[in-house]
């Protein structure tokens, strides 16, 4: 299992929001790299996020994780899932992100992320990149699924 994370999202940099997940991520896993890819994506532009991922995904060591967080409908009932291709595992909303990944990949799993013991403990409605998502990809990169 790889011990790469990337990150994209669209929080910007110019707030602790960044911060807090990747301190969750180094919590679960301190041996993790984790890499920016970009959190200038357009305010809950998926399409932009999608086009990102698809750009630079398979530039990076097989095993990696790729985690991407923008998500107009945090606090609905859209779903968190895991979706695993040929090397690549990708952790996010269930809500068109990873559109582009479907269509390029081969082989493909997706897995709706259910169980609460790898959440952050009482997650709250709003911060799911935080809450859910680290800790999901930090559990990830230890090779536990």
């Not at 790469?4 to 911060?19: C, E, M, N, P």
């Not at 709250?124 to 536990?144: E, M, N, Q, S, Y």
């Amino acid at each position: 299992m790889s011990t790469i994370i990337t990150l994209t999202t669209d929080y910007g940099t110019r707030d602790s929001f960044v911060a807090s997940m990747k301190g969750i991520i180094l919590r679960t896993n301190p041996q993790v790299q984790i890499l920016d890819i970009t959190h200038e994506i357009a305010p809950q532009d998926i399409w932009e996020a999608a086009f990102t991922l698809k750009s630079v995904y398979d530039q990076f060591p097989k095993g990696t994780v790729h985690l991407a967080v923008v998500d107009p409908g945090v606090g609905s009932g859209r779903r968190p899932i895991i979706v695993v291709t040929e090397g690549y595992f990708f952790v996010g909303p269930d809500n068109g992100l990873f559109s582009m990944i479907y269509r390029d990949a081969e082989r493909l799993r997706v897995h709706h992320i259910t169980s609460g013991h790898y959440f952050v403990a009482n997650p709250g409605p709003t911060f799911h990149g935080k809450d859910i998502f680290a800790p999901v990809a930090a559990w990830l990169t230890r090779g536990i699924p």
